[in-house]
């Protein structure tokens, strides 16, 4: 039996409402456990249907365990919306602002149920994630999908935000905190630095059904050169997955070793694929980077990511105006144009033959 569905899924077809028309915004997140006892179901949230071995889960919940179970990332999202609160008061949009994550309370089924009962019919989201994959877009649509079946009728419809490599508050964003990074380097080797964009690795089969790697790396040469980087590369981190199955390489890790190789004495690094400082970039940057730098003689220092800054906050009004308002312009630097308000249907596949929960019978 086909499910038909009951609302039309974040790619908008089929919609009875006028394109303009959004009741509330919904920040959508990946979610973090917040003590111990939801470390392990956090975890098993996070692999059903993935690809990931046991011994990976049990080695990533001691990276939760080294933090006492508690993952910043939720505290950083409420702290988003506050400042995004902020922000589109200070310009009159009047959107109510809900927040649903894919793998950790608050879930998306429940914010779906809060914001029906509220009334609300359609709303507009914004993902935590600027690039295309199938983790930082598909997947996303997919989750949402799923709750409005869950609740059903009365579910709102849900459209999505652009993505926001080529932003241009984005680029000011994470610039600025390059900028700093750079600042804290000697002056007399400053000039010598280098510069380590990281991005979450995928599959390669992942990577080449999407525009992953090419935002990425417009991303970062966007932000190199407000820097006026002469030095700098895309590297990626956190690479789970059987040993067997290619991901994005070089690892953060072996790039470390290449640089100390040449000779080189700084490095900052900026993990550009994720917008906030969660516990991939506390472990794999803070923990695993750190320690290694140390032993190559290597001075490493960790740019943050975007998270609350203010040009990132401002990008996120603009994202949300520019859907209330076709004519205002649709700000993008570099090469590309503004990416797709609205996902083709082929935008992000897992890169499997893995069918969507959309398709199945
Ligand atoms: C592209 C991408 C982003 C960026 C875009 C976006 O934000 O969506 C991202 C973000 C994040 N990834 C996170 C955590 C994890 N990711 C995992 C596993 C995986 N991530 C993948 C991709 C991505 N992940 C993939 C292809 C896998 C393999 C399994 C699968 O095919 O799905 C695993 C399982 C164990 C492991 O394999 O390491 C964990 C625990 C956290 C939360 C951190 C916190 O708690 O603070 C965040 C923000
Ligand atoms: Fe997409």
Partial sequence: MATTPLKAPADGFD??????????????????????????PFLENVARGRNVPRERLEEVARHYELFGGVSPINAQNRALIAAL?????????????????RNWHPLLPDALHEMAADGVERALAFFTSGFSCYSGCRQ??????????????????VLRTRMFFNHPGWVEANADHVRAALDAIPAERRA????????????????????????????ARLVAEAVDSADAALVYQSRSGPPHVP??????????????????????????????????VLFDLDVEAKKLAGELGLNLVRAPTASTHPAFVAMIRELIQERLDPSREKRALGRFAPAHDVCPVDCCLPGTGRPSPWAQA
């Fill in 15 to 40: 919609s009875p409402f006028p394109d303009t028309r959004f009741d509330a915004l919904l920040l959508v997140s990946f979610g973090g456990p917040e003590g111990m006892d939801d470390v392990i």
């Fill in 85 to 101: 609160r902020a922000e589109l008061d200070a310009h009159g949009v009047d959107l109510p602002i809900y927040f649903g994550n």
């Fill in 140 to 157: 996303y649509r997919e989750n949402l999908y799923v709750a409005q079946q869950q609740v059903g009728a009365k579910a709102p419809e």
């Fill in 192 to 219: 010598r630095a280098h510069v380590a964009f990281t991005a979450h690795s995928i599959p390669l089969a992942m990577a080449r059904a999407s525009r992953y790697e090419d935002q990425l790396r417009e991303s």
């Fill in 247 to 280: 991901w994005l390489e070089p690892d953060i890790l072996d790039h470390l070793r290449a640089l100390a190789a040449r000779g080189v004495e700084d490095v900052v690094v900026s993990p550009l694929g994720f917008v906030s400082d969660h516990l991939e």
